[in-house]
């Protein structure tokens, strides 16, 4: 069973940035795919990013194109998610999540069903 956990939030005032991490152990990381996702208060959960399992595609949401950047480690076990540009509307529960099937394209990366395994979330919030 593969564990994943979220480390790097925090309180940045609107135009900062800051790089969440999400360390994964218990299993191969190069074989999963990993993607970012965040849940406001009172929303529901919101697709961010997603990562192939060599690093080689990318997937964003529309509302954090150009500027945040998600990469791996697989040496380290890690996936990152940059964050540049903060805005108070960034301010949510940011989880990462590990997909093992082979198959990732734009509509899987964004698909919340379509991960096997979540962190516990990584609090960020953006002040104006």
């Known amino acids: 069973q593969v564990q994943l956990v979220e480390s790097g939030g925090g309180l940045v005032q609107a135009g900062g940035s800051l790089r969440l991490s999400c360390e994964v152990s218990g299993r191969t990381f190069s074989n999963y795919a990993m993607g970012w996702f965040r849940q406001a208060p009172g929303k529901e959960h919101e697709f961010v990013a997603g990562?192939?399992?060599?690093?080689?595609?990318?997937y964003y949401a529309d509302s954090v194109k150009g500027r945040f950047t998600i990469s791996r480690d697989n040496a380290k076990n890690t996936v990152y998610l940059q964050m540049n540009s903060l805005k108070p509307e960034d301010t949510a529960v940011y989880y990462c999540?590990?997909?093992?099937?082979?198959?990732?394209?734009?509509?899987?990366?964004?698909?919340?069903?379509?991960?096997?395994?979540w962190g516990q979330g990584t609090q960020v919030t953006v002040s104006s």
């Open positions: 999540a590990a997909r093992s099937q082979r198959l990732f394209d734009s509509s899987t990366a964004s698909t919340r069903g379509a991960y096997n395994a």
């Open positions: 990562i192939s399992w060599t690093g080689g595609t990318t």
